[in-house]
């Protein structure tokens, strides 16, 4: 008797499930594309090439005085702006700029809204910011419409309308929109890369990235991303920075040329890591331990891609951890993975069931953008990848070739951001991804980073 | 106007996910309950002290052998009779018990039911199984409806039905029905737990687990597993194995002793690897190449506990790979993981942001149930693991003390196999997991095994 009344309970679960399921999908099918968009456009945009990229950065903290020493070692470019509300990061860099030989550049310190004057006033080709999160749209979305190509730091954006902002500006007005996503250039994730276009570890089936990293310190820190970062924590939840294991991972996924991201389903755990932090190092009456955090200590989103394969993305920035960005990939003769060490099988090659040091691998499969700028980029920021991805930057637009990142990617790897928001918010539930190249992911395409001739 | 429209678009989602994360919520809430089941009883139930131990065992195979091997050594017990469908291995199983100097027991081999004969007439304390999955639940039942404690082989069951019967027939016949999940004896697994009880590790956050085994060469080996446990993929899609890593986790998070699982979302990736094999290694003809497998290569399931804590679990058996279960926990002050290889983290005691080895821990924190059995398992199956858990069976049945594991952790820990399958063919949508001991479980308990006067 408890077997027949146990058997419809499980059978009402089942089929309420599947009612769920379709209506999960249903429910967010058009998920926020502007009605006015219109199609993709049936070519991939190439802008004409330029040889000497006029570049104005905003942004001229931490990561934005990194990229201005990268870009004046780099040929065929010239930083002849600077835009920074601080004056004092704005004259710095541009120092960086006079001892490199070049002209000193025109500066805009006038307020929060000066890049608006530098992007409607100069004649720049190219407009790069890393500013706190909340300004990469103002400042892309003006320097496209005055006619200037847009690169940002991560993410590019975080609520899904401004994800449909940057598309609808770069097509509106034919300008690229670049994310500069620097993991996409490290070793490890491009030796991986190189390995799964070869075939060596088959068709990809599963995958897990992320970003680990305990921020406590920083976002709590009186200057730098401690005046803006903690901010996000208590206005948000979900995967705050999704793009750093996102990204490469996404490429090996062929995200956008040939694949794409269909829905996901997020989970986060408690958020305890940020009020026992202030609690540990605030006296009583400090305004700190008032703060109330939306942010999940750890969050967890899996990704099913429209081909079938699975992505697991992380983010847990508010625990005592060591760090890792969590690069695995799996297919089906092979598997790869970064952290804690980097180690790869693969049927038939690795001795019976045990890992193979990475190394063994990076003799034979080292991937060929590395090998060309090893010299180049010795000594620039994260082992040189920051300079690999300045370097690839400027050499598209030189060239007037496609990005190795264009609009759709930076869209598609930030909108993670906001949907597994709403996945947490809704308990859970499946929520679509915007599809941002309206159907036009479904064509195979190469990415540039895999071309040796682009180098 | 874009900006509008793609607002609205967000809400929508937002409010859409909403919509459908409640009504997944509300859909499955009473979750299969047999509505004749009644309340949970109001103690946690103990049965007599029972000096010797007499056992019927049932299915005689590898893992059955082996810890008929383990119950020789183990003072207060007896097997005095054998169960198999084949009678070449219950004579096997019957000479390592006449070897260690008892009488021979009697031999129950007349085919597939012969389990319920000896149910029925044989004079018995325990009957413990080691038969293939389906039959663990029929054997179990036909114990305890008979008045015999049960012990079963992993998982217990594999349908939402068949746990709700185990927790029935063992309040209605007010018998032990235990699974017997070694890998929570393990040494890594009680180290662990044992930090986590000293509070080590903080409050518990996130963990991770899984079953990361390449069983494609067993399941179509012509004996053994190889003769049952494929057509389970055939079958069905989900976590078909989750107790391995899921037991020890469960243990760390207080499940069904102050915490509870509330609801699971699971994805999973293509099924390729079981038809990849095949390919490769039968001829033109063999009935195995027409093989259909509904169980994804990959699955990935997320389980969110009453507590907030969230717990993922991987089940990945059909895809080349280094053996992994995965295990990790993260809590506010420290995290600790086992694979690639045995890590800890703890804030103040770590230094830097750098992993420690997990050799410093044992030296302080090492499980007194380890050492105080240490000699005695030396040399028993998967490193002593399974001399443990069978000591721990007998140890629990001679005082008449609650075993570390009773039969609401068998149904919690089992039922993840069914309710993950019925997420993914949800689309992942979430499903609420049954309650079985119906509020029981917000009175916290002691694990037995942390008690070492039970040692």
Redesign the interface.
């Known amino acids: 008797?408890?077997?027949d009344?146990?058997?419809?309970?499980?059978v009402?679960?089942?089929t309420?499930?599947?009612?769920?399921?379709?209506?999960?999908?249903r429910?967010?099918s058009?998920?926020?594309?502007?009605?006015?968009?219109g199609p993709a456009p049936k070519e991939v945009f190439v802008a004409p090439p330029i040889e000497n990229v006029r570049i104005g950065y905003v942004g001229t903290g931490g990561m934005g005085t990194s990229h201005v020493r990268n870009l004046v070692k780099i040929p065929g470019c010239q930083v002849t702006a600077v835009c920074d509300i601080r004056e004092k990061n704005a004259e710095k860099a541009a120092k960086h700029i006079t001892d490199a030989g070049f002209p000193k550049p025109k500066m805009y310190t006038k307020g929060d809204w000066d890049f608006k004057r530098m992007c409607a006033e100069e004649d720049l080709d190219l407009v790069y910011t890393a500013t706190p999160w909340e300004w990469h749209v103002p400042v892309i979305c003006s320097a496209m419409e005055n006619g200037k190509h847009a690169a940002t730091e991560v993410p590019a954006a975080y609520?899904?309308?401004d994800c449909?902002?940057m598309v609808?500006y770069s097509e509106k007005f034919k300008k690229h929109c670049i994310m500069m996503e620097n993991c996409c250039y490290d070793r490890f994730e491009l030796l991986v890369l190189n390995m799964v276009k070869l075939g060596l570890l088959g068709?990809i089936?599963?995958n897990e990235c992320g970003y680990l990293h305990?921020l406590r310190a920083i976002k709590f820190e009186g200057t730098g991303e401690g005046l803006w970062r903690r901010q996000h924590a208590m206005d948000r939840d979900g995967d705050l920075y999704p793009t750093h294991g996102l990204g490469p991972i996404a490429q090996c996924c062929g995200i956008n040329r040939g694949n794409q991201f269909d829905?996901i389903?997020a989970?986060?755990?408690?958020s305890?890591?940020l009020r026992?932090w202030a609690a540990e190092h605030f006296k009583e009456g400090d305004p700190r331990l008032n703060e109330k955090y939306k942010l999940s200590?750890?969050v967890?989103t899996?990704i099913?891609c429209k081909?079938?394969?699975?992505i697991?993305v992380q983010h847990?920035t508010n625990?005592?951890?060591?760090?890792s960005r969590d690069i695995l990939v799996?297919?089906?003769?092979?598997?790869a993975?970064k952290y804690?060490?980097e180690?790869v099988?693969?049927?038939g090659v690795s001795t019976g069931?045990?890992?193979d040091k990475a190394e063994e691998y990076y003799k034979k499969y080292e991937h060929p953008v590395r090998a060309a700028l090893e010299e180049a980029s010795k000594g620039a920021g994260h082992g040189g990848m920051d300079f690999i991805e300045d370097w690839r930057l400027i050499n598209a637009l030189n060239k007037g070739i496609e990005p190795d990142m264009d609009v759709y990617d930076a869209a598609a790897w930030s909108v993670v951001g906001?949907?597994s928001g709403?996945?947490i918010?809704?308990?859970?539930?499946?929520?679509?991804v915007?599809d941002f190249t309206r159907g036009a992911w479904k064509k195979p395409r190469e990415l540039q980073v895999m071309r040796p001739e682009t180098y």
Not at 16 to 25: E, N
């Open positions: 008797m408890g077997k009344l146990s058997r419809r309970g499980f009402r679960t089942c309420a499930g599947l009612g769920v399921g379709a209506m999960a999908m429910s967010v058009s998920a926020g594309a502007p009605e006015n968009i609520t899904v309308e449909w902002k609808e068709n089936m599963h305990d829905y389903v989970m986060g755990s408690p305890r890591g026992n200590d750890v967890t899996m099913k081909n079938g394969a699975a697991m847990d625990l005592p951890r060591p760090y799996q297919g089906t003769k092979g598997i993975q804690p060490e180690l099988y693969i049927e069931h045990d890992w906001p949907i709403a996945s918010a809704a308990g859970s539930a499946p929520v679509e915007p």
